[in-house]
């Protein structure tokens, strides 16, 4: 069994190459037993799981065939994409994980998450994810018309691209205390969102940070059904 854990790919028609690259993953793993878990920010934008196009559907064409061989996909909803839901998991029998999640692997208790409700430090953003994510405003969005649904998918992204640039670093990383607590009933803790892979001990817990995909690879983590400290590297994926 091999466990293969990926976050933001950020994947649009806009960035062919990095759709490419995950097809090509999906090709590469699709013959060794693959638990693959995505978490968060798979898309780019997601504006409903009643959405379609060409590159949409060579995806999910891809996802059909992973699937069919026997492996299996898991994915937790990124800031970007969390209006992604089971309807369209089930297209290819994938399965969506709570914000917070769990895994059994060896010895190993792994919590899994996206990795923005560690931004502890970045109030505003928390104040806005908890009034988007609410889900009577997330039902009502998803009942509007798709053609409105991108217009204001596309000005969240421009919103964020702007917030970026005035926030400092520091307040948009992960806050000490927010990782120590969500360590706390886990062995091993595993997220993206931050953009800045790492491995980091945390009195002697690794926090392994996910790497985004960029023009020509990302840094992802694998491992086996019995994995060690040793095994715990990140690898870089090119394409």
């Given amino acids: 069994m091999t466990y293969l854990f990926i976050a933001d790919l950020h994947l649009s028609p806009e960035h062919p190459r990095l759709v490419r690259g995950f097809l090509a993953l999906l090709e590469q793993y699709k013959t060794q037993n693959t638990q693959l878990y995505i978490l968060g920010d798979w898309f780019n934008a997601w504006i409903g799981d009643d959405f379609t196009a060409a590159w949409l559907d060579e995806i999910i064409a891809a996802l059909k065939d992973f699937t069919a ?29 709570q914000d917070v999640d769990y895994l059994q692997i060896g ?77 706390e009933q886990a062995d091993l803790l595993i997220h993206g969102h931050t953009h800045r892979p790492q491995i980091h001990d945390v009195h002697g817990k690794p926090r392994i940070v996910l790497g985004d995909w960029r023009a020509e690879q990302a840094q992802i983590l694998e491992f086996n059904e019995n994995p060690s400290v040793s095994d715990l590297k990140l690898k870089i994926w090119s394409y």
């Avoid at 505003?124 to 649904?149: A, D, E, H, T």
């Avoid at 204001?152 to 992960?174: C, H, L, P, W």
């Fill in 69 to 97: 061989l026997g492996n299996q996909i898991y994915f937790q909803v990124g800031n970007r994409d969390f209006a992604l839901g089971q309807k369209f998991l089930d297209k290819f029998h994938g399965q969506l994980l």
């Fill in 107 to 183: 010895n190993y208790k792994i919590r899994l998450e996206h990795g923005d409700l560690l931004c502890t430090d970045d109030v505003s953003y928390q104040k806005f994810r908890k009034v988007i994510r609410n889900p009577f405003l997330l039902g009502f969005l998803k009942s509007l018309p798709l053609s409105f649904r991108q217009k204001i998918a596309n000005g969240f992204r421009k919103k964020s691209t702007e917030t970026k640039q005035v926030k400092s670093y520091d307040i948009m990383d992960v806050n000490a205390e927010a990782v120590e607590k969500a360590l």
